[in-house]
């Protein structure tokens, strides 16, 4: 087993009564793509908000990139990544100007951001679209370039939340390009996702059904034990125990 970059033991999100997460255990390695499944109410956002420094635990332990999630929240969100659904980026930005604001954000140099700036442009194929605003460019495009500006500051691990919603099959096919590149790179990756065929592009995959971690284990293992010919017969075995209808 590799580096440990991602550790929780018996983490609970509790309001009142309430327990959004219940008791969770579960490590994630260096440059693993860790899936983090569950339908609505599950209690995945509560878990991510928790492990990306956003919010605290009502109980059990934690730690991200080897920081506690009580007492060392700002350090998290040094060495993480964040990208949702809505992109992060600001579309009245040009494309250019949201890659050297959140290199300021992240705390990089001018020198660094031009010379990052630069390579993400032409890697991307965006050097006719540079000076474009963002709003103006087509969704694909626009979630290429919000996970490549999560990225940008190389964090050691990067948090996607839902990031192929709306997108067509082939654009999402390339996006994964991008993950298991990052992956490669030794970026860790977290990541929920709605569309059970990318569950089968992660090393591992936890399923979680109101507020506890029902399932966890490689794609092709969960199918077997299940029975399943897809993730999708597996997910639905264990979401149609649910009763929460949303987070």
């Given amino acids: 087993m590799g580096e440990q970059v991602i550790v929780c ?19 994630v390695n260096k440059g693993e793509i860790f899936g983090f499944l569950g339908a609505n109410g599950a209690g995945k956002t ?14 059990g332990s934690a730690t991200v990139a080897g920081f506690d999630v009580y007492r060392q929240q700002d350090e ?47 890697t991307l194929g965006l050097e006719k679209e540079a000076k474009k605003l963002v709003g ?8 290429k370039l919000a996970f490549s500006v999560a990225i940008f500051h190389r964090p050691q691990i990067v948090f996607l939340d839902e990031p192929t919603g709306g997108v067509d099959p082939v654009t999402r096919r390339q996006f994964w390009d991008m993950i298991y590149e990052a992956a490669a790179g030794g970026i860790t990756v977290f990541v929920t996702t709605h569309y059970m065929d990318e569950a089968e592009y992660c090393n591992r995959v936890t399923i979680m059904v109101d507020g506890k971690i029902e399932a966890l284990d490689a794609p092709q293992a969960l199918k077997q034990r299940f ?21």
């Fill in 9 to 27: 033991k018996e983490l609970t999100k509790r309001f009142g009564d309430f327990y959004a997460v219940n008791n969770i255990s579960f490590e």
């Fill in 46 to 59: 509560t878990a991510m908000r928790i492990l990306c420094g956003l919010s605290y635990p009502s109980s």
């Fill in 76 to 122: 998290i969100k040094k060495n993480i990544g964040y990208m949702s659904q809505k992109f992060s980026l600001y579309e009245n930005l040009t494309v250019s100007e949201n890659i050297e604001f959140y290199g300021g954000v992240y705390g990089l140099s001018r020198a660094v951001i031009r010379e990052r700036s630069a390579a993400l442009i032409q």
């Fill in 136 to 143: 103006e460019l087509p969704l694909g495009w626009k979630q």
């Fill in 227 to 247: 029975g399943a010919g897809n993730m999708e017969e597996v997910f639905y075995q264990l979401a149609r125990s649910a009763k929460r209808s949303s987070d």
